[in-house]
């Protein structure tokens, strides 16, 4: 049985694809001789869709696009070999930043949950991913429900369980989307004043919403990812020494694909003296580390926790902040700015922040740097879909630990009012079992089975000002109940228990109130944009 599975084009297809695509039958494929706006188009339309990139570039893009110019171009034949200028001064004298000039769009098909993260990781790359709350995961690929299948998995003596476990767990998860579906129709009226479509999609977002939790970690998906040669050479070693035997298969795959479009940038990613001595060195330190670890802590029970623990910030956070907001304006040292900081009265302190934060109609009016001078340390336990979402902000330090069943799942309320409790706990308890007997043999992919509600540990820190792009973004009322509560909490922390109301007080679009249908504002601007002025 082949891991991924391949698409299917006729001739005609075959041969348009053939121009803009690095390779017609493999998960990972360029883009190129697109334009740089449609690449973007693309991409933003592929994580709403269950469509490959392939496809969806057929079905919705090709129309609109002039190809008659580009009959001659055959983007599946890689380069012959680098420019000459980047030869020699990238590769000959290592100019690292060369690297930063060359771009590449690149997509990452049938790609499990597990290794999204591990491809999302780099904070110097864009990523668009295939989102479980817009498309129903009960579809087939080529016959199979859209689980990553491990070769090695598959060949032991769990295989034919692994197969069996994973099928019940996307059965339950399709029983309980259309159950949930038609509960949430029967139950939240539709407003006279929206369209049915409208409706339908918002109720049905609110489903998948409820029950992504059923899907397991070895779920597939799409990620879009645009990114420097320099990024992809980071990525690309983190990969090929991480201990998922997935993502070193697929960084193989990547590699392939990228060298047909940005081959010097990549040279060394496999040299056993460049590339390999890095990634040698990133596998030694991980797993030397890990086993001191396991010696030191190995045997500590895992005792219950808050779901979101402030574990560090600054007592004297909000006067470095005012004096951080005075350097620029100033003509003094930093510390003597903070010395007279410190001597303000209220009303000062107060119009000094006012002033620096200003009127901020929406959310993207975002305070300067001087915010950045604060920082928090937050502990988490959430469950893994959304981690999965948090996890996507890169200017913070974000680590994670192993997702196992031992912290517990989190059911949702609208599972219990659609009478599925009992299925859905049948389905914890199926993906629990699984994950244990693998657990032994194959520690890394017995993550696979993990269903998404069960939670994981992770830690956040982040400075003050991406504090208020996060908390206001995953507060807002499209987003998942999930992650929605995290960021409640953290700002109720920031305030409360760190004392620093007024960076709390400067997220002015931070919303607390949960909506009934959380995407159905959001549908009703995009249809109010479909129908133009």
Not at 81 to 105: C, M, N
Not at 142 to 158: I, M
Not at 492 to 521: N, W, Y
């Amino acid at each position: 049985m082949t891991v991924y599975a391949p698409e299917e084009f006729t001739p005609a297809e075959a041969d348009v694809l053939r121009r803009y695509f690095t390779n017609l039958d493999g998960p990972v494929f360029a883009l190129v001789n697109l334009p740089e706006v449609v690449k973007g188009a693309l991409f933003a339309r592929y994580s709403r869709s269950a469509k490959s990139l392939r496809r969806l570039f057929l079905d919705e893009f090709v129309g609109e696009l002039d190809i008659e110019g580009d009959r001659s171009i055959d983007a599946t034949v890689g380069l012959a070999r680098a420019e000459e200028l980047y030869e020699r001064v990238f590769f000959e004298y290592g100019d690292d930043s060369v690297a930063q000039l060359g771009g590449v769009h690149l997509a990452c098909e049938q790609a499990s949950n597990l290794l999204t993260k591990i491809l999302e990781w780099g904070r110097l790359m864009s990523y668009l991913e295939q989102s479980t709350r817009y498309i129903a995961y009960d579809s087939r690929l080529a016959g199979r429900y859209r689980y990553h299948r491990d070769p090695a998995v598959l060949a032991s003596r769990f295989g034919t369980r692994y197969v069996g476990d994973m099928d019940r767990l996307f059965d339950a998860y399709s029983h309980a989307v259309d159950a949930v579906t038609d509960h949430v129709r029967a139950t939240v009226p539709r407003d006279p004043d929206d369209s049915e479509f409208v409706y339908r999609q918002a109720t049905r977002a609110k489903a998948l919403d409820a029950v992504r939790g059923m899907l397991p970690a070895g779920a597939l998906s799409n990620v879009g990812i645009y990114g420097s040669g320099q990024a992809y050479e980071a990525l690309l070693l983190r990969m090929r020494a991480h201990p998922l035997p997935e993502a070193r298969a697929y960084a193989d795959l990547m590699l392939f694909e990228l060298r047909k479009v940005i081959p010097s940038f990549l040279r060394r990613v496999d040299l056993a003296d460049r590339g390999g001595a890095w990634s040698g060195y990133l596998e030694a330190t991980r797993t030397d580390t890990a086993a001191i670890v396991d010696r030191l802590f190995g045997d500590a029970p895992v005792e219950p926790a808050a779901e979101v623990t402030l574990v560090d910030f600054d007592p004297d956070a909000e006067d470095k902040l005012l004096a951080a907001v005075c350097y620029p304006h100033a003509a003094l040292p930093e510390q003597e700015v903070l010395r007279r900081v410190r001597q303000l009265g209220v009303d000062d302190r107060v119009a000094l922040l006012r002033a620096y934060v200003g009127e901020r109609e929406n959310r993207r009016h975002k305070p300067g740097r001087a915010f950045e001078r604060v920082g928090y340390r937050f502990d988490v336990l959430s469950d893994y879909g959304a981690f999965r979402d948090l996890q996507r902000h890169r200017l913070l330090t974000i680590e994670w630990q192993r997702l196992t069943p031992y912290h517990g799942f989190v059911r949702p309320e609208l599972v219990h009012d659609a009478g599925l409790t009992d299925r859905f706990d049948a389905a914890m308890d199926r993906s629990a079992a699984l994950h244990d007997a693998l657990r032994a043999d194959f520690p890394e992919q017995a993550g696979y089975a993990v269903a998404m509600a069960y939670r994981i540990r992770y830690v956040m820190q982040f400075n003050a000002r991406e504090a208020i792009h996060l908390l206001e973004l995953r507060s807002s009322p499209q987003g998942h109940p999930a992650y929605r509560r995290v960021a409640l909490e953290m700002h109720r922390l920031i305030a409360e228990q760190a004392g620093h109301h007024a960076v709390a007080a400067a997220m002015t679009h931070l919303t607390t109130d949960a909506p009934e249908l959380e995407r159905l504002a959001a549908e009703r601007r995009a249809e109010s944009r479909r129908a133009g002025p």
